[in-house]
């Protein structure tokens, strides 16, 4: 896989963290709740999106 495989996984990554981010800020959660969820997916960008994907605040 040359550079340009690696920069399209990463935009795949950014797009799926701002769509995970949106989401989380447009739920029922609490304040607090919001925070760490935020936290964990910028944090860790293709875990904390899998992670929230399984386990994040629903609408």
């Not at 293709?46 to 399984?54: E, K, Q």
Request: aromatic content about 10%; hydrophobic content about 60%.
């Amino acid at each position: 896989m040359g550079i340009e495989g690696i920069g399209l996984g990463g935009l795949l990554i950014l797009i799926a963290d701002v769509y995970a981010i949106i989401k989380t800020l447009g739920s029922r959660a609490t304040t607090g709740q919001k925070v760490f969820w935020i936290i964990l997916i910028l944090l860790l960008p293709l875990l904390g999106v899998i992670i929230w994907f399984f386990a994040g605040p629903r609408d």
